[in-house]
T-cell receptor
């Protein structure tokens, strides 16, 4: 079974500062993928970044980077230069390789960017 | 290109009724997954369909069913609605191959059961 743990119910960050959202995971699958999604108040899930378990480099997408530490089973999201529009719920998620593409989500972290 | 579309946007139903939610995937995507997101929680996987066949099912009762059509659109059906079925129902589409892990979500259907 796969499990995602997000221990920060809410986070505050000053505009233009960097922020790290924590995510740990548990799986017995040797091959898997890790995602982060952003969910604004409108409800739509927006894909941010993906990291495969065998990827050597940490994934980066613009201001988003995924700090992947396989031995610690952590996949923290780092947002640099926070903007007011970054205020939203952020979900860490996992998918196992092969088979069907069930995505397991954490309970989310609510990020609020302060002007 | 159009993204994933879902209809209706909002829906209010009474306990015991039946509901059908609809989803159209991104053009070229053959896989559709359904998720239930209860307020304050992350989405929970309900079903995945690929090429009109059920490929996976989450831990949901038989009151929940789905199907995928030849044009890859999908319907989620819920019978005998309970108050606990009130949630945001999200549809996600992907290419469906083993090498395509990216799922793109629609805006969701917010279901309220009274």
């Amino acid at each position: 079974a796969q499990k995602i743990t997000q221990t920060q119910p809410g986070m505050f960050v000053q505009e233009k500062e960097a922020v790290t959202l924590d995510c740990t995971y548990d799986t017995s699958d040797p091959s898997y993928g890790l995602f982060w999604y952003k969910q604004p108040s409108s409800g739509e899930m927006i894909f941010l970044i993906y990291q495969g378990s065998y990827d050597q480099q940490n994934a980066t997408e613009g201001r988003y980077s995924l700090n992947f530490q396989k031995a610690r089973k952590s996949a923290n999201l780092v947002i640099s230069a926070s903007q007011l529009g970054d205020s939203a719920m952020y979900f860490c998620a996992m998918i196992r390789s092969g088979g069907y593409q069930k995505v397991t989500f954490g309970i989310g972290t609510k990020l609020q960017v302060i002007p | 290109d159009a993204g994933v579309t879902q209809s209706p946007t909002h829906l209010i139903k009474t306990r015991g009724q039946h509901v059908t939610l609809r989803c159209s995937p991104i053009s070229g995507h053959k896989s559709v997954s359904w998720y239930q997101q209860v307020l304050g929680q992350g989405p929970q996987f309900i079903f995945q369909y690929y090429e009109k066949e059920e490929r996976g099912r989450g831990n949901f009762p038989d009151r929940f069913s789905a199907r995928q059509f030849p044009n890859y659109s999908s319907e989620l059906n819920v019978n005998a609605l309970l108050l606990g079925d009130s949630a945001l129902y999200l549809c996600a589409s992907s290419r469906g191959t083993d090498h395509s892990y990216e799922q793109y979500f629609g805006p969701g259907t917010r279901l309220t059961v009274t």
